[in-house]
């Protein structure tokens, strides 16, 4: 039961986290060819886009952040944990 509820609440959202930071590599390279020169970059292109495509860069990186919190949270517990029982002398 531990096994599953391990998977189902640290693993699965670390997996979805996965697209979200996809998105963000996306949005990035968006942001460089569109936004990163000013109005020389692409000159087609509409300046007020490059603040919505910062504002969803932002939103994805703190959705990406969310979802890999469980995972890291467990890790360092499990690194703690290890380090804790490593430390203390062996009981006769």
């Not at 609440?9 to 670390?14: G, H, N, Q, R, V």
């Not at 000013?38 to 490059?50: E, I």
């Not at 994805?60 to 890790?75: D, E, K, N, Q, R």
Request: hydrophobic share 55%; glycine share 6%.
């Amino acid at each position: 039961m531990i096994r599953f509820l391990q998977i189902v609440f640290i693993w699965l959202p670390a997996t979805l986290a996965l697209f979200p930071a996809y998105l963000a590599v996306r949005l990035q390279i968006d942001w460089q060819a569109n936004c990163a020169g000013g109005r020389a970059a692409n000159p087609g292109y509409n300046v007020a886009d490059c603040w919505d495509s910062e504002r969803a860069f932002t939103y994805v990186i703190v959705l990406t952040l969310l979802l890999l919190l469980p995972a890291i949270s467990f890790g360092l517990l499990r690194l703690l944990a290890r380090r804790k029982a490593g430390s203390g002398h062996d009981q006769p």
